[in-house]
Structure formats: structure tokens, C-alpha cells
């Protein structure tokens, strides 16, 4: 039952320092969900084995190129492959145009749909649900338009337990029923109680990824408690001055956000190329709040364990 | 006295067996050209330590994304890194438009000027000139309008006999004067005839780059006796239907035009992803012209060693 983030890029603008631009996957239980796409995204795809036909979503924040400029090779080379499933994208508005001038003067015509879903910046709102995740938009102000996302696992079914299945002789409906927390009739007549034959559901778990941003305090709020909070970490607290200018963050910024926010874990990223070792970015967010990671091309994080709700 | 390429991206569309889109670099004497631009070519460029600041000119063969997709994200690193030389760009029609749609959507502003001239496809012409090499366009034949570019190295200076120098007490103008061929009136009155104090000048070498193209045996004529070859070879020839159909050359038809042009070294590229292995396009090519080589990531090429003229 996972709830796995794998970073594929995590550095800022340029790449360096074998860093590269923003991109990461999430997957919830096999279903992989694509959060943005900087240039050579599908080469770290390919190299972490990240299942791309699983991919049915992706979610842009914002259209600066680091987080951007590896769609449309991303899309063009599932095309090649074959692909004819539709692909539903997310993002601040102006995606569809920048995409579409790049297939025309390229001359490519894909063999799927794109369907594009314009997110307002300013908004909190439910983008996208399917069987295990709802996702929201988190208003961020950056330079240009820029959106994060909060991905909520759904509730979850309780969990029956094995042996009163025989002891029963339950059908696959009965099961269907009690997994919905419903009561069951039995063939004696009897009518057992879910809760003497079920287990609580494991606890949904949350992600929230915010990138790029300016330092709001106000997110606080929207974040309360979810599991890993994913906050870029552009640079260290005696740049807070470009920090504001250039509307990114500090490390020191996003750990007091999850302090504030009561956030399981911090997991950094967005690293200014000037930073070849990043430890010291590391120790400024821990300074403040003690769980905090940095993200790693490779990595892959996830702080919610499956944890039964007692 | 460098003439050397270095291959920054193998592979056709799909990149794949650690295989990249299309990009090299070619390096006359330390001024370094850019020929294709690949998606990652900016990665590559990290990876092979190529000086980027030394690339005055990018040449791109057409707008097919996996010989032009990295050219955006290139750009912006530049200007990211605080580049003010004036970028020209060479390509099939489309390249300004392709570009700045880009760059309009991720509101990017280059503090730099871009160039752009626009290559007829259909014509061999001279296109740009400095003080080392010309670059002329090969027509070439695919589904969208492609060129080629050869180039040649400038003819170079006679090499001035440095016991000259001391022995008749030459000045700097003297000096350049005798270099370019001409004889020297010295201080006592004496002509000194310009062959009995220099030795003829190093050979000019050539590079061709023909890519992507359907086999055009008339290149040969064009292509006579250039260093060094580069021609794609995307299939092996028992799909020569499908290189006939997708506009794409085989091992052998690469070969055949690199024997008859007498080229110095084939240089074989753009391989399908469907060959993991390339051993058997090599033997293929070497079959029909044996001073084939196998383009590689890394790899560095010249069949123009520095000869004397004799």
C-alpha cells in the first residue's frame, strides 16, 4: 500500500552540481502521479524506473522552464512508445499554448488526448479525484502564476479480518459490504457487527508540494498536519534578501512553516546552484524543525507509515 | 591546433540504453560550435566539460524535438550564468518562432541577443564565416525540412621558419607579411624569397554533418573527400523500407555514400532504440566502407589529422 515520493530533480534554475531541475513522482498504491517536469525528466525516469504508462496526471505549478521544459519531450517520447491513454495536465494557465506552439513547429501530432485543466493561482480548491486521491491547488506567489498541490489519500476501507471470512462463509459482496463498514447478515440468520469482525482503516495519508514560492506564513492553515510537506529551499537565511527579491524561500523559511504547520516531515528542495554541499541548508531547516530532509535525485520519502487509526 | 568533435547525444527520438537525443560539438582550434540541440544537451555539455561560453554560433539541422528540444533550456542557462555575446543561431525556417513562444510562456528574457538566420533547405550555400572555418548547408532529404552543414577549415598560414626570425632580424609585420606568403626585403637590401624561410602551410580539414536524411547518393559530389563524415544510421538495412519510409538511412547506405564521396571516416549516429546493441551496425557500415566508426556519448573525433601539404 504505497505512498512514495521519488524526487527526480532537485536543484533551481540551472542544473549543476549533478543536480538537476524540478520534477518528482508520487506514487500512491501503483498509481504514479507526475509533479512538474524540468528538462530531462524522462532520462531520470528511465535511469529510476519510474513506470511511465502508469502516469495519467501531471501537475505543473508554474512555467518557468527548470519546471517545465522537459514535457514536451516527456509527451512526445510516450507518443513513439505508443501511448493512447488520456493525459490529464494541471497547471496555471498558458500550458496548452506553450505546449501546443512546440508540437506545431515540431510537427508533432500525438496519438492521445491531452486534456488541460487550468488552475487558478489564487485558490484552494479540489483539482482532481480519482479511487485513492483527492488533489487541491495551494495558492503560492512566485514571479510569474505558480500553484502547489496537495495530495490527500482517500479513506480507506476497513480492514476484515481473515478468519471471519470462513468462519462466516462470507460472499464477495458480504465482504464488499463489510469493508464499507456495513453490518452482515449471515446465513443462520445472525446478524454480526462490523466492528467485531473489521479492523480500523489504515490512516489516509497527505503530501503537499510547494514550489516555487515566496515565504507565506498563511499556509499554516492549509498544511495543518499533513504527512510530508515538501517546500522549496532555494537558499540559506543570510540571503533572505534575494530570497524576498526573487519571491523563492529560505531553509530556515520552510522549516518555521513546518514547525507552525505541525507537519510530520520537511523534505527540501529547489537548491540555488550556488550551493555545491547542501548540509549546510540542512542543519539551518533542523535548526528549527528537527525533521527535516533533503531531497536527492533518487530519493524516495515518504513519512507516513501505515499506521492503524487506534 | 585542434579539429575536433565531440558527440554530446547518439540516439534518435527516444532516448534510451544510456543513449541521448542529438548534439555535438565541434571545436575548430578552441572556438567550439554547436551542431543540434537535443533535450539534456546542457547536462551533457557539464558532463563533457564543454566551455560554453566558447560557443558563438548553434546550427540546427531541423525541428524535429530530439535535435532541438534542449535548445530552450541551453539559452536560459546561459543567460542564467550572465552571458552578453550575441548567440546566431542556423536552421530550417521556424526556429525564431519555436523559441520565443517558449520564452514568451515561461517569461523568459534573454540579456543576450539572439541571431537567426534561416536556412534554405534546398540549396548548398555558404553560411557563415570567421576567422578559422566556413560552414556551408547540405540539402538534405527528410519529412520536414533538414539541412546539413560542412565544415571547412579556413586556408591556414605558411609556417615561418623560426631560425628566420634571428637570422635576418625580422619584425612583426615582416613576420605576418612572410606568413601570408610574400617575400621580405631585409635590412641590407636582400629579397628573401618567401619559400626558403617557411614551410607550406598545414593542411585545411573538413567535417560534414548530414542529419536526419533519406540516402542521397548525389551528396557525394558535395561531400568529396571531406576528413570526416557524419551521416546517420538509424536502421540496419534489412529496414531499409522503413528508412525509405520514415525518411532515414541504413548502416549501408551511410557506407556506401562515405566510399563513394572518399571521405576520410564515416562517422555513424542517430541509431534507432531499438538496438541495444550497435556491433552489428558497425560491421554493416564496415562492410561497404571500413574506416567506420561508431559515434558514442563522450567520444571524441578526427579523421583530419594536422598534415603537412607536400
Redesign the interface.
Known sequence: MRFELTILGSNS????NHR??SAQVLNVMDRLYLIDCG??T??RM?EYQVRRNRIHQIFISH???DH???L??LL??MN??GRKEKMQLFSPA??R??LE??FF????VLAYELEFHVVDDQRHQLLFEDGVVEVYSIPLEH??PSTGFLFREKQRQRNIQPTAITEYGLSIPQIEAVKRGEAVTVADGRIIANASITLPPYRSRSYAYCSDTCYLPQLQHLLRGVDLLYHETTFLHDMVDQAVKTKHSTALQAATLARDAGVGQLLMGHYSSRYKELSPLLEEARSDFPNSVLGREGGQYSDAPEREAL
Open positions: 534554475a540551472i542544473p549543476a538537476f531541475p528538462e530531462g524522462q532520462m528511465t512555467l518557468h522552464g517545465v521544459y522537459g514536451v519531450g512526445t517520447t513513439l512508445n498558458g500550458l499554448e506553450f506552439s512546440q513547429y515540431s510537427q508533432v514571479r510569474i
